[in-house]
């Protein structure tokens, strides 16, 4: 299945995000969806508005437990640079 442009260019940028620490590198077992609150997104950097979907995954970088949200598709692009 051919990528969209958007999950190309967010791709780089989540395996940047997981070499560096800054997001997990394994799928957590702990997430939550809802209806965004204006969280920025720990993919995209962007805000998740009230009437996008806002996944939150909570995982340990760093020793330390924290909480990250995601678009939907944002999530599911790190989940796939997770699992590769």
Known sequence: MPLTELESELRPTARERIAKGQLPSARSRRMWGGR?????????????????????????TDGAKRAFQFHTLCHSVWELACAR
């Open 36 to 60: 965004g609150a204006g969280e920025i997104c720990a993919l995209c950097d962007k805000p998740i508005l009230a009437d996008e979907i806002e996944y939150e995954v909570e995982a340990y």
